[in-house]
């Protein structure tokens, strides 16, 4: 698998604390090496579109969506991002 970042990602990614920066490289990591790691509470959301949610700490989320091999990261943020997922 592959990751794709998209711009509202990236954006997200760069007003992040430093510290949870630190997070979401690790959990991206493990999304990579074993994307059933219960950490990450991988779930699909109630959204026509596809869109899956996982945990970075309790109170930070990063949303993607699964085509073949890529996952197309949309969002990560604090847990109200999964409103605009």
């Not at 869109?51 to 996952?71: A, M, N, P, V």
Request: hydrophobic share 35%; charged share 35%.
């Amino acid at each position: 698998m592959q990751l794709l970042l998209t711009r509202p990602f990236e954006e997200d990614y760069e007003e992040l604390p430093e510290k949870i920066q630190r997070l979401v490289d690790r959990k991206l990591d493990l999304l990579l090496r074993n994307p059933y790691h219960p950490s990450l509470r991988i779930k699909k959301m109630h959204d026509p579109r596809e869109i899956w949610e996982g945990r970075i700490t309790r109170g930070y989320r990063f949303t993607c969506q699964i085509k073949s091999d890529l996952y197309i990261l949309r969002r990560v943020g604090a847990h109200d991002i999964l409103k605009t997922p």
